[in-house]
């Protein structure tokens, strides 16, 4: 990362939503990068989700530990290619469980879910909750590549208030305690904006949560 004119700081966006900027370095970001991209492949790979009602949602997606589809997790990819699930790395779980003490200062019980989702410079996700899981265990996510508007709001509705937050590759977002059910959603990537070094085209977002299952 060049330096910049002004760094960005640690940002609290509400009560127990923290936004680390840089928190991933290069190395890490490339190491991430090389295991998402062994994730996609088949079987259980990167799939387009379906919604009830028959839509589908533009950002594709592959899923660790447990599978989820809309709205609730199996251990097989049930929406899709039936496989198994493919496991759910124990340095992953480290990783979260780091995040969450260098965002919020908390401990956080075991992870064992993972949906990682790919942008390509169309895709959008609409305002939505993590509610499927039977833990209040905070959410972690990790960015990698293009630069993403993150719309982060109230745990009562889909509108206002928000807050809009610039994501960029190796950024860091937690949300728990009264924040772990707000909605929040991707309006826009920015095409283009990857690190060139990192070598991707579009957008990761590694999501790690608790299942309780």
Known sequence: ME????PRPRTEVSPGAVHLPDWLDDGRQRELLDACREWARPPAGLRTVRVPG????SARQVCLGHHWYPYGYAPTVVD???APVKPFPAWLGELG?????????APAPPYDIALINFYDGDA???MHRDSDER???PVVSLSLGDTCVFRFGNTETRTRPYTD???????LFVFGGPSR???HGVPRVHAGTAPPRLGLSGRLNITLRVSGL
């Open 80 to 82: 899709g290619d039936g």
């Open 124 to 126: 959008r996700m609409g």
């Open 97 to 105: 469980r780091r995040a969450v003490a260098d965002a919020l200062g």
């Open 135 to 137: 833990s209040d265990a």
């Open 181 to 183: 059910l707000a909605y």
């Open 165 to 171: 937050v610039e994501l960029r590759s190796g950024d």
């Open 3 to 6: 330096a910049e004119l002004f």
């Open 54 to 57: 028959g839509g589908t949602m």
